[in-house]
T-cell receptor, first 112, second 113 residues
Framework: DADVTQTPRNRITKTGKRIMLECSQT?????MYWYRQDPGLGLRLIYY???????NKGEISDGYSVSRQAQAKFSLSLESAIPNQTALYFC???????????FGPGTRLTVT | DQQVKQNSPSLSVQEGRISILNCDYT??????FLWYKKYPAEGPTFLIS?????DKNEDGRFTVFLNKSAKHLSLHIVPSQPGDSAVYFC????????????FGTGTRLKVLA
């Protein structure tokens, strides 16, 4: 079983719709992240959370919100999707005791 | 403001030769650096890392070099294999403070058989 899972894996939605991307992990890590990947722009940090009560904005948080429902779950919401939010979205986890960040398989989101 | 930069978007190398991927950073507070490899339809996976107290770290065919004065790191793959064809991201972290991972823009490596 995958350590970091993301649902859905693919989603097509229309402009103005609300959409939620979900992430869960079985690694027992306390830190979770949301990144988006765009061609030529690499991986950019949207939000990160170092524990259930800690939420922080990343480089590009405008238009997004997050919820850390439990240590193992971190969801990303687009309240009103717009076409330039079309991208590949990755959830990731890390542990305070070890280095490195572990990525989920990604969600391909298309906003038409 | 891109704190971590990979100036070569793509690189092609013959099988068996050396691949050299480069990465530059601007923030002198970064003290831990990582390389990730990404295949299509998969999430990035960890490849190799280096602490700022070292200038070289080796793992099999992969070696990372760090030049702190130049704020530059490079990944060497020797010998290159077709299965190494992927997008490579470098990442940097400050191990005191926020512990965020900042990634570069990626370099697409193609190893030609």
């Amino acid at each position: 079983d995958a350590d970091v899972t993301q649902t859905p894996r693919n989603r097509i939605t229309k402009t103005g719709k609300r959409i939620m991307l979900e992430c869960s992990q079985t690694k027992g890590h306390d830190r979770m992240y949301w990144y988006r990947q765009d061609p030529g722009l690499g991986l950019r940090l949207i939000y990160y959370s170092f524990d259930v009560k800690d939420i922080n904005k990343g480089e590009i948080s405008d238009g997004y919100s997050v919820s850390r429902q439990a240590q193992a779950k971190f969801s990303l919401s687009l309240e009103s999707a717009i076409p330039n939010q079309t991208a590949l979205y990755f959830c990731a986890t890390s542990d305070r005791r070890t280095s490195g960040i572990h990525f989920g398989p990604g969600t391909r989101l298309t906003v038409t | 403001d891109q704190q971590v930069k990979q100036n070569s978007p793509s690189l092609s190398v013959q099988e068996g030769r050396i691949s050299i991927l480069n990465c530059d950073y601007t923030n002198s507070m970064f003290d831990y650096f990582l390389w990730y490899k990404k295949y299509p339809a998969e999430g990035p996976t960890f490849l190799i890392s280096i602490s700022s107290i070292k200038d070289k770290n080796e793992d099999g065919r992969f070696t990372v070099f760090l030049n702190k004065s130049a704020k530059h790191l490079s990944l060497h793959i020797v010998p290159s294999q077709p299965g190494d064809s992927a997008v490579y991201f470098c990442a940097a972290q400050t191990t005191s403070g926020t512990y965020k991972y900042i990634f570069g823009t990626g370099t697409r490596l193609k190893v030609l058989a």
